[in-house]
């Protein structure tokens, strides 16, 4: 019987209202699901009030519970404000790999070919964020400096992940970090593609210097792909790739943390845009990606009914937009609330049916 207790990250803005209006979707009245939901508020005051304290407490109750849900939230530019919440869960729960993946908007005219899925996997933590930076001298003989590191166990789990979604997506393992300009720093986790694909030798797989990578993908074929990709490598070109798309509204990010096996223990689902400050309390803002990583975060709960409510959130989402329904962003003029509608009631029949097929 499924029993399972999600953490829910209040955020700012935007963020806050797309999360509100995603949480409809997973209603029992929707999905014939009971989901116990803990609530945690990240907005900034609360952040700010606590001195982070509430993030450290949300990330506990994660580490716990093994899935939550995030708004996006402001991080402030001041130095020694409360930062970023995200560096924060990410370290708490030892997130390693962020995937974000690109897929068909029905009705959008994507970029350069790109029909079949693209999945990003980079790295969660490492790399150029959260490096020590500092400056040397005066005038135009000032210099800045930067340490960044990357660890092996980090490397291992993106590669991994990478090989492993390829696998299940029938996709092709593609790029990679530029590994011939730095072979020691980069190059450990070109080492770890090559040791993943040896583990899984059906999997193709085609090595790419991330410049090329980018190139490659302007040209692309229409392949399906897995990019696994350094932190800020990844960030880069998620966003691209999800642009490509035709939106970076239409698609989940999802924080994954792994046991010793790099089974995944922890998940963390959110959208992969930030408060958008400018749509705030207007209703027009585009639910998609929130709506999508919860569809994506139910997957985890490795239960039949689960995967059959995430399907139907999938389907009923894509179907919306390709029957015309869709927000400002994709052409059309549903509002934020008129699109969730939408999706609720095709959800709704979708289950509907799929339980009375079920003896043909």
């Given at each position: 019987?499924?029993?399972?207790?999600?953490?829910?990250?209040?955020?700012?803005?935007?963020?806050?209202?797309?999360?509100?209006?995603?949480?409809?979707?997973?209603?029992?009245?929707?999905?014939?699901?009971?989901?116990?939901?803990?609530?945690?508020?990240?907005?900034?005051?609360?952040?700010?009030?606590?001195?982070?304290?509430?993030?450290?407490?949300?990330?506990?109750?994660?580490?716990?519970?093994?899935?939550?849900?995030?708004?996006?939230?402001?991080?402030?530019?001041?130095?020694?404000?409360?930062?970023?919440?995200?560096?924060?869960?990410?370290?708490?729960?030892?997130?390693?790999?962020?995937?974000?993946?690109?897929?068909?908007?029905?009705?959008?005219?994507?970029?350069?070919?790109?029909?079949?899925?693209?999945?990003?996997?980079?790295?969660?933590?490492?790399?150029?964020?959260?490096?020590?930076?500092?400056?040397?001298?005066?005038?135009?003989?000032?210099?800045?400096?930067?340490?960044?590191?990357?660890?092996?166990?980090?490397?291992?789990?993106?590669?991994?992940?990478?090989?492993?979604?390829?696998?299940?997506?029938?996709?092709?393992v593609f790029g990679g970090p530029k590994y011939t300009v730095s072979?020691?720093?980069?190059?450990?986790?070109?080492?770890?593609?090559?040791?993943?694909?040896?583990?899984?030798?059906?999997?193709?797989?085609?090595?790419?210097?991330?410049?090329?990578?980018?190139?490659?993908?302007?040209?692309?074929?229409?392949?399906?792909?897995?990019?696994?990709?350094?932190?800020?490598?990844?960030?880069?070109?998620?966003?691209?790739?999800?642009?490509?798309?035709?939106?970076?509204?239409?698609?989940?990010?999802?924080?994954?943390?792994?046991?010793?096996?790099?089974?995944?223990?922890?998940?963390?689902?959110?959208?992969?845009?930030?408060?958008?400050?400018?749509?705030?309390?207007?209703?027009?803002?585009?639910?998609?990606?929130?709506?999508?990583?919860?569809?994506?975060?139910?997957?985890?709960?490795?239960?039949?009914?689960?995967?059959?409510?995430?399907?139907?959130?999938?389907?009923?989402?894509?179907?919306?937009?390709?029957?015309?329904?869709?927000?400002?962003?994709?052409?059309?003029?549903?509002?934020?609330?008129?699109?969730?509608?939408?999706?609720?009631?095709?959800?709704?029949?979708?289950?509907?049916?799929?339980?009375?097929?079920?003896?043909?």
């Open positions: 019987m499924l029993n399972k207790t999600v953490v829910v990250m209040q955020g700012d803005q935007t963020g806050q209202e797309l999360l509100d209006e995603s949480l409809r979707v997973l209603q029992p009245d929707v999905i014939g699901l009971e989901i116990n939901f803990e609530t945690y508020d990240l907005s900034l005051g609360k952040r700010r009030e606590t001195k982070n304290e509430i993030v450290h407490e949300a990330a506990r109750a994660m580490k716990k519970h093994g899935y939550g849900i995030k708004a996006a939230t402001i991080t402030p530019e001041q130095k020694g404000d409360v930062g970023s919440p995200n560096a924060i869960l990410r370290r708490e729960i030892d997130g390693k790999v962020i995937v974000r993946t690109g897929r068909r908007i029905p009705g959008i005219l994507p970029v350069a070919g790109a029909y079949a899925p693209i999945s990003v996997v980079r790295m969660a933590v490492g790399d150029a964020y959260g490096a020590k930076e500092w400056r040397e001298g005066e005038g135009l003989n000032e210099q800045a400096y930067r340490t960044e590191t990357i660890d092996r166990a980090t490397c291992r789990a993106v590669a991994e992940f990478a090989f492993r979604h390829a696998k299940k997506i029938n996709a092709k072979p020691v720093y980069e190059g450990m986790l070109k080492e770890e593609m090559d040791e993943a694909h040896k583990k899984y030798p059906t999997v193709q797989y085609e090595p790419q210097l991330i410049d090329a990578t980018y190139a490659l993908l302007l040209s692309s074929a229409g392949d399906a792909m897995v990019i696994p990709a350094l932190n800020r490598d990844g960030d880069c070109l998620s966003d691209m790739v999800l642009q490509m798309f035709g939106s970076i509204a239409g698609a989940e990010s999802v924080l994954l943390g792994f046991d010793e096996s790099f089974n995944t223990e922890t998940v963390m689902v959110e959208a992969p845009h930030g408060t958008a400050p400018s749509l705030f309390g207007k209703n027009i803002a585009n639910p998609m990606a929130m709506i999508l990583a919860n569809a994506s975060l139910l997957t985890y709960f490795n239960d039949p009914k689960a995967n059959m409510a995430s399907r139907a959130i999938y389907e009923a989402t894509i179907e919306a937009v390709s029957s015309g329904i869709r927000t400002s962003d994709l052409g059309g003029s549903a509002t934020t609330s008129e699109f969730v509608d939408a999706i609720i009631d095709k959800i709704k029949t979708k289950l509907d049916v799929w339980s009375t097929m079920q003896n043909f």
